[in-house]
C-alpha cells in the first residue's frame, strides 16, 4: 500500500441483508450471510491502488449483519474545487483516470457525486466508496439502492434494484457497466459548470471548456438545458455528439480536448511486488548528496508509512471502530424493546413503528483520530520513535524489556510492533540478499502484519511465482474436484474469511493448482488444512499461497502425499514413539502399556502440520517456529503436546484417552513452542533419521542457526548433510519398530562427545559433558580401545536377578548422568540394554548405529596405558 501523507483513515457502516435462518443451500448447509460475502469480496478492493482512488483498508463485521469500513479519507471534497484552484477539466481528466482504472479491474463506482469526489491537500481528485457496488454483488446483498437518484443514469433507474431473493437470471437488473459512471459524471461536470459564484468571465471561460467535454457525455436529458445556457453566455457548441454511442472513460480519456491535460501528469506504474521476474528498484533515482535523504527533523515520519500499517498501529493503540462511530451517532444503540417491529395489546389492537432507518445507508464517512497514535510516547514521541528505528539495522538494542515479554503481549504493543513491523519492512525488501537477517530476527518473533512475507522468505520462495501459478489449468475438471468441494465447507469455517465464497473459490483454485502440478503425488484429507495458513495470509495473492505451501510440503512433509503413504507415514510414526520414549520414557512406558499408540492420535498432527487440531491464531504462532526448524521440528511439537497433556495421560487408560484426544483440551501454545524448542536442542540429529524423508537438496542452506547459539548443532536436516562411512544407515521398518530408543550416528557421537583442540570434553551449563558414552562390552574388549570419556557397564554383569542394574561405580556414574543423553554403545546394536534403560524411565536414552566397528577406523579410540 502507499504512504499516508497527508490523508487520513476514515470509517463510514452500513447493513447487509438479513437472510431467513430456517433456509438451507443446495449442499444441506446454511446459507452464508450477505455480511460474510460482502466481507470476502472486499478484500479485492485492498489490492486496487491508484492515484485517482482512495484505498481501501479493513472491514469488520459487527452484530446484525453491520459492517464497517476503513478507507483512505479527505476532508475535501469537490464542493472545495474552487478554494484548491483546480479546474473542471483537471477534474474530467482525474475523475476518468480513477473511473478507466477501475474499469480495467472489472468495476464501476456507480455512487459517484460530489461528496465521494474528494480532493487531497494539493486538489488532485481521490474517488472514494468506488467499491460499494462490487463489494455487496451490485447491490444484491443490500436493502438501499446502490448510486444516487440525482447522478444515475436513465437505464440505471428504469431497471430497479437488485433483489437477492430473486433466483432466475432474467429477474436479476444487469450488472452497470462503465457508460453509467460516464453519465454520472457528466452531470456532476455540468453542476461544476452552474456554479452560482463564479464570476460571469470566469464562469463563461469554464463553461467553454468544460462543454466541450460535455458534448461527449450521453447527457441527452438536458440538451436544451445546455443549447440555452450555451446562448445566454454567447457562445455555440455542437450537441452532435450527443447521438453518437455513449463513450467509456478510456474513449474520453483519448480525446483532444484533454490534450493539455494529460502532459501535466506522469503515467501511473504499478509497484512492482516482491516476489517477480521484475526490477523492484528499476526507477530508483538517488541524488547527488546522499545526505539528502535524511529526513528533517520536522519531517512527518507516520505520513511515510503504509496506509495499512498506520491502522493496524492505531487499532494497537486502542483504536476502536464502533465506539468512533457511536461517539458521532452513526451508530445509536437502542433497548430491544424499542426495536420490536409492533405492539399487540389484549383486545387485538396494535401499535406498530416504520421501517428502522437505521438499517438505510448512512453515507457519512467519520475520521479517525490519530492524536492517541502520535502521542503513544509523548507529544512527538512516535515519530521519534519511527526516526530512531530507521537509523538502526538489528534489533538488539529495542525496547529489551518488551522483548523477554510473552508473545501475545508483545503483538499488542504499539512501540514495540512499529519498530518490528519497520525492521521487517526493510529487511524484507532487500530479499532475498538480506535472507540470513530474516532468519535472525524471525528467531525472535514475526510482526503479524508482514507474517504472510516473512513466511515466503523463510520457506525461500523467489522468481515470478504469478507467472508459474497462471500457467497451471485450474479450470478443467479432474477426479479430485468433488473431494475438494466436500472438504472445503468444512475447513476453518469459524473463520469468516475463509467461510465466505470468495474464500472458498481461492481454496479450490490454490488446492486444485498444487494437485494439478504434482501430479506424482494425490490429495489427501487435511491438505485443506494446511493450504488455509497460507491462503488466510496471503488471500489476496493466490500465487504466492500456493508457492508457500509448494515449498512446505517438500520440507515437513515429503511424499506424505503419495497414493501410498503407509510406508511413510508408518516410519514416521515410529520415529515419533522413539522421539516420545526419548524425552518422557515414563509417559512412552504407560502408552504402550494401555496400548495407546501413535496411529490412533498423530497421523492429523503429522499429515496436517496441526492445522487440524488448532485455530488459525494458534498455528500462526506455531508455525513462526516451525518455519525455523528442519524437518524433524514436527516431532518436537508432537512430544510437546503430549506432555501439556502429561498428568491426565498418566491417569487414564485407553478409553478415557480416546475421549481426551477426540476433543483435545486447551494447549498453551506458546508454552508449547519453548518447549518444543528446547526438546528440539536437546534431540541429536541423526536421532531423527528417516529414510523416506526428503533427499539430500544440491546445497543445503546452513546459513542460519534456528534458535541461537545453542541450537547451531541442529540447524539443517540430517539427510541434507554429506553422507560419509560415519553417517547412519537405512533400517527396515520391521526393525526399527523393533527398537525402543533412537539410533544416533557415528558422526553425531564424535560432535558431541568430541574433545575440543585442548582435550577438554564439552560441557553444559551444569559443569558435566551433555553426552554420556556407555560401553557394554566386555572389560577386555574395552581395554581394547574404547571412546574417551566412556564408562564401562558389561551387559553382561549389567543386571541382577530381578532384573534391576546392577550396583557398581559404573552404575552411579550412569545415575549422576540421568537427564542428559546416554549412548549406549556396543559390538553391534545391542537395543536390550537401551530398552531396559528406558523402562526404568531413564529419558534421552539413545544407541549408536553400527556400534563400536563403526568407531574402530577413525583413530579416535583410546588403549588405557598399561599398569607399571
Request: net charge negative.
Amino acid at each position: 500500500m502507499r504512504p499516508l501523507r497527508d490523508a487520513q483513515l476514515g470509517a463510514f457502516t452500513f447493513f447487509a441483508s438479513a437472510l431467513p435462518h430456517d433456509v438451507c443451500g443446495s449442499n444441506g448447509l446454511p446459507l452464508t450471510p450477505n455480511s460474510i460475502k460482502i466481507l470476502g469480496r472486499f478484500q479485492l478492493l485492498k489490492t486496487i491502488t491508484h492515484p485517482r482512488l482512495c484505498q481501501y483498508v479493513d472491514i469488520t463485521r459487527g452484530k446484525h449483519e453491520r459492517l464497517v469500513v476503513v478507507a483512505e479519507h479527505y476532508e475535501s471534497s469537490l464542493n472545495d474545487f474552487q478554494k484548491l484552484g483546480a479546474t473542471v477539466l483537471q477534474i474530467a481528466y482525474e475523475t476518468l483516470e480513477g473511473l478507466e482504472f477501475m474499469n480495467k479491474h472489472g468495476m464501476v463506482h456507480r455512487a459517484l457525486n460530489a461528496q465521494n469526489v474528494l480532493m487531497d491537500g494539493k486538489g488532485r481528485v481521490k474517488l472514494a466508496k468506488f467499491g460499494l457496488y462490487h463489494m455487496t454483488d451490485h447491490g444484491a446483498d443490500v436493502d438501499f439502492p446502490i448510486g444516487y437518484p440525482s447522478y444515475l443514469a436513465p437505464e440505471v433507474i428504469a431497471q430497479g434494484p437488485a433483489h437477492h431473493s430473486d433466483t432466475s437470471q432474467g429477474d436479476n437488473p444487469l450488472p452497470s457497466g462503465p457508460k453509467t459512471d460516464v453519465w454520472s459524471l457528466g452531470v456532476l461536470l455540468f453542476e461544476l459548470c452552474t456554479v452560482s459564484s463564479l464570476t460571469q468571465p470566469s464562469r463563461a471561460l469554464m463553461i467553454d471548456r468544460s462543454l466541450t467535454c460535455l458534448c461527449f457525455f450521453p447527457l441527452g436529458c438536458i440538451d436544451d438545458i445546455v443549447t440555452v445556457l450555451a446562448e445566454e453566455h454567447g457562445f455555440t457548441i455542437t450537441l452532435d455528439s450527443f447521438g453518437l454511442p455513449p463513450p467509456t472513460p478510456a474513449d474520453l480519456l483519448a480525446d483532444p480536448v484533454f490534450e493539455g491535460v494529460s502532459c501535466l501528469y506522469t503515467l501511473y506504474q504499478q509497484p512492482v511486488g516482491l516476489f517477480s521476474s521484475s526490477l523492484r528498484c528499476a526507477h530508483l533515482e538517488l541524488p547527488e548528496d546522499i545526505g539528502q535523504l535524511c529526513k528533517d527533523d520536522d519531517e512527518d515520519y507516520l505520513g511515510e508509512r503504509s496506509i495499512d500499517e498506520v491502522y493496524h498501529l492505531w487499532c494497537l493503540a486502542g483504536g476502536d471502530l464502533e465506539k468512533e462511530l457511536t461517539n458521532k451517532e452513526i451508530i445509536q444503540s437502542k433497548p430491544p424493546v424499542c426495536t420490536l417491529p409492533n405492539f399487540l395489546l389484549e383486545d387485538g389492537e396494535s401499535f406498530g413503528q416504520g421501517r428502522d432507518r437505521s438499517f438505510l445507508l448512512d453515507d457519512t464517512t467519520v475520521t479517525l483520530s490519530l492524536c492517541q497514535l502520535k502521542n503513544v510516547r509523548g507529544p512527538l514521541g512516535l515519530l521519534d520513535l519511527i526516526q530512531s528505528s530507521l537509523s538502526q539495522s538489528n534489533s538488539s538494542n529495542e525496547l529489551s524489556c518488551t522483548v523477554n515479554l510473552p508473545l501475545i503481549i508483545r503483538e499488542r504493543d504499539t512501540e514495540y510492533q512499529l519498530i518490528r513491523i519497520i525492521l521487517f519492512d526493510r529487511l524484507l525488501k532487500a530479499y532475498p540478499y538480506k535472507k540470513n537477517h530474516v532468519w535472525k530476527e524471525a528467531r525472535v518473533d514475526i510482526p503479524p502484519l508482514v507474517r504472510g512475507l516473512a513466511w515466503a522468505a523463510l520457506l525461500g520462495v523467489e522468481g515470478d511465482i504469478q507467472a508459474k501459478y497462471d500457467a497451471i489449468d485450474k479450470d478443467t475438471s479432474i477426479p479430485t474436484d468433488r473431494q475438494i468441494e466436500v472438504d472445503i465447507p468444512r475447513c476453518h469455517q469459524y473463520d469468516e474469511l475463509l467461510s465466505s465464497p470468495q474464500g472458498h473459490r481461492k481454496f479450490r483454485r490454490v488446492l486444485k493448482a498444487w494437485v494439478v502440478s504434482h501430479p506424482e503425488l494425490v490429495y489427501w484429507q487435511g491438505l485443506d488444512s494446511l493450504c488455509a495458513p497460507f491462503l488466510w495470509l496471503n488471500f489476496n495473492n493466490e500465487a504466492l499461497a500456493y508457492a508457500c505451501m509448494s515449498a512446505f510440503i517438500p520440507k515437513y512433509l515429503y511424499n506424505f502425499f503419495l497414493k501410498d503413504n503407509s510406508h511413510v507415514i508408518q516410519e514416521y510414526l515410529t520415529v515419533f514413539s522413539q522421539m516420545i520414549a526419548f524425552h518422557d520414557p515414563e509417559l512412552s512406558n504407560h502408552l504402550n502399556e494401555i496400548g495407546f499408540i501413535p496411529d490412533l492420535y498423530a497421523i492429523p498432527w503429522f499429515l496436517t502440520m496441526f492445522t487440524h487440531v488448532f485455530p488459525l491464531h494458534k498455528i500462526f504462532h506455531l508455525w513462526d517456529t516451525l518455519l525455523l526448524g528442519n524437518s524433524s521440528f514436527p516431532f518436537c511439537i508432537g512430544v510437546a503436546i503430549l506432555q501439556q497433556l502429561r498428568d491426565r495421560l498418566l491417569a487414564n487408560g485407553f478409553n478415557e484417552c480416546i475421549l481426551l484426544f477426540s476433543d483435545l483440551p486447551e494447549i498453551d501454545i506458546e508454552r508449547c513452542v519453548r518447549e518444543s524448542i528446547s526438546l528440539f536442542c536437546w534431540t541429536p540429529k541423526s536421532a531423527t533419521y528417516r529414510q523416506h524423508a526428503q533427499p539430500p537438496k544440491a546445497q543445503a542452506d546452513r546459513s542460519a542457526s534456528c534458535f541461537g547459539k545453542t541450537a547451531t548443532h541442529y540447524s539443517s536436516d540430517y539427510q541434507d548433510m554429506p553422507k560419509t562411512d560415519l553417517s547412519r544407515e537405512p533400517l527396515a521398518l520391521r526393525d526399527l519398530k523393533a527398537e525402543v530408543s533412537p539410533r544416533i550416528s557415528a558422526e553425531d557421537l564424535i560432535d558431541l562427545c568430541e574433545l575440543s583442540a585442548g582435550g577438554q570434553t564439552k560441557k553444559s551449563k551444569a559443569g558435566k559433558p551433555k553426552i554420556l558414552a556407555v560401553d557394554i562390552r566386555s572389560i577386555e574388549d574395552f581395554g581394547r580401545g574404547h571412546i574417551s570419556g566412556s564408562v564401562n557397564i558389561p551387559y553382561s554383569t549389567a543386571f541382577s536377578a530381578d532384573g534391576e542394574l546392577a550396583q557398581c561405580p559404573a552404575t552411579g556414574t550412569l545415575q549422576s548422568f540421568r537427564g542428559r543423553v546416554i549412548v549406549v554403545i556396543g559390538h553391534s546394536m545391542k537395543s536390550a540394554f537401551a530398552t531396559h534403560l528406558v523402562k526404568v524411565n531413564y529419558p534421552r536414552v539413545a544407541t549408536l548405529d553400527g556400534g563400536i566397528n563403526k568407531m574402530k577406523h577413525t583413530g579416535l579410540l583410546t588403549v588405557p596405558s598399561p599398569q607399571i
